[in-house]
Nanobody, 128 residues
């Protein structure tokens, strides 16, 4: 069993930065590839970034490439998403997800494949 808890969301002005964190519990957390998704009001959930279970590779959606950075800390059982140059279009609820043994490419090429676990989400609002 893995539990995921996101934090770090909030209100930021356009052009600003935020760092989201996803704390994972469970002895097997390090065996899971991790990803961040977001869902804006009235829109479908969107994959934005993934990192492999081994931490060696990452994958980004075009919408966030060169602005967002995903990383994981095995000592802290956590995954972070550093978000820079935020725009109002980045306003959404952000979710972290876990999939056993997934690589970053798995996430990027099959984002609709069901995740094993989801966090509850954290709201990010970017004002213009």
């Amino acid at each position: 069993q893995v539990q995921l808890v996101e934090s770090g969301g909030g209100l930021v002005q356009a052009g600003g930065s935020l760092t989201l964190s996803c704390a994972g519990s469970g002895r097997t957390f390090r065996q899971y590839g991790m990803a961040w998704f977001r869902q804006a009001p009235g829109k479908e959930r969107e994959f934005i970034s993934g990192v492999s279970w081994g931490g060696g590779d990452t994958y980004y959606a075009d919408s966030v490439k060169d602005r967002f950075t995903i990383s994981r800390d095995y000592a802290k059982n956590s995954v972070s998403l550093q978000m820079n140059s935020l725009t109002p279009e980045d306003t959404a609820v952000y979710f972290c997800a876990a999939r056993l043994g997934a690589s970053a490419t798995d996430w990027g090429t099959s984002p609709s494949k069901p995740a094993d676990y989801w966090g509850q989400g954290t709201q990010v609002t970017v004002s213009s």
